[in-house]
């Protein structure tokens, strides 16, 4: 087959990196890819957000096979268009992609299928705003409801706060559009886990969970960022709790999309709040997460490609047995541009890429990088590495990392340096109980 995967982030390249081990893939083209990228794939500079430019690859192309990594390009229509030109495609609808791309709409199809999620109301008017949150009480969540890049929640610790952030986004000054409408909604307490399900319009498999770390430094401290590492599995999973994210958040929203007429093809990404051990839907995201796709793909052991194809095709069945996983833990640990998540430096020069792939079981994902007129790797964007190791378990696994890490030249960058730090103190947690139990 001929493959094209639209994005330049370390998602992308972490599928663009299990793509190309798939036998079908005669070839791999990436729009517009990064410097990592093209170790596995042509890139081509089209825009990720570009409709009829990709259309118009696709066809001239004869590609069989289109997968779209970032929510912007299906939100406008992407999959729609390639589907129109019997292009198949990994990835929903416009309609479907509103799960994503519009906070209402997800909220309430969890209130039409029985969703279990936080208590909300929708706005466009200050004055009924005004009354929710009087009624309701800090803290309290504020949500623009369109697309906004990861900015447009404001979890609001008081009640003047979160009118303020009301009011902000209403007034279209800081999101725009997406601001017109809010969501705002009961503040869940509780820790947080993604979870991931391959989708073919009709069923769901699940594909594996994994935590972020969103906030910029250590101890989870500092401003949110797009995510700053993330490990898989998420240590708090059993079997009884994936059943029941699978059984009340995931099934029932591709049952409730396909009898709304908008069935969901893709990846499901539901950010889930644990409260008192009952999972939550926060979101529903319409991608595989990142850098969540990292580590994801470092442990999966099927064939990416069959599976996927197998979705865009809505036989989902035929995959069932492609979705395998490596034992143990992988883990991503992101390394940025100083200043992330605020003004950076670009175009630094980053050296001992090579060097770092002495470490076992590591995978060096390239997220913001491209390539100066000397040949050398430099960083195009705030986030700009995913040092992605696999391990026995999340101890092992986060030290591969960090010794990868050491050997990457690279002074105008950083990281946190405690990415897993939840699973490993589960699994200390867990060796200590052994121990007193053997004793
Ligand atoms: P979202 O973009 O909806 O995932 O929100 C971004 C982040 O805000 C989530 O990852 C949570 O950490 C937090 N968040 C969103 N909604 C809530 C809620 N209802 N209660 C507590 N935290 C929330
Ligand atoms: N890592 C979170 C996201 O991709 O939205």
Known sequence: MKVLLVGSGGREHALAWQLAQSDKCEALYAAPGNAGIRECAACV??????VEGLVSFAKDKEIDMVVVGPEAPLVKGLADRLREEDILVFGPSAKAAQLEGSKGFMKDICAKYNIPTAAYGRFTDIEKAKAFI????????????GLAAGKGVIIAQSEDEAIAA??????????GA?????VIEEFLDGEELSFFAICDGK???????AQDHKRAYDNDQGPNTGGMGAYTPAHMMTRELHSQIMDELITPTVEGMAAEGCPFTGVLFAGVMLVNSKPYLLEHNVRFGDPECQALMKRFDGDLLNTLVAAAQGDLEAARSEIEWRNGTALCVVMAAEGYPGSYAKNTVIKGLESAHTIAETTIFHAGTGVNDEGAIVNTGGRVLGVT?????????????????ALIDWPEGFCRKDIGYHAVAAEEERNLRNTQASA
């Open 389 to 405: 190791a696999l391990g026995e378990n999340a101890q092992e696994a986060q030290s591969r990392a960090y010794e990868t890490v």
């Open 134 to 145: 009087a009624e309701h009480g800090a803290p309290i969540v504020v949500k623009a409801d």
């Open 178 to 182: 997406a601001g017109h409408e809010v």
């Open 203 to 209: 069923t769901a498999l699940a594909f594996g969970s």
């Open 45 to 50: 500079r089209i825009d990720a957000e570009d």
């Open 166 to 175: 009301a009011a902000d986004m209403l007034s279209g000054n800081s999101f």
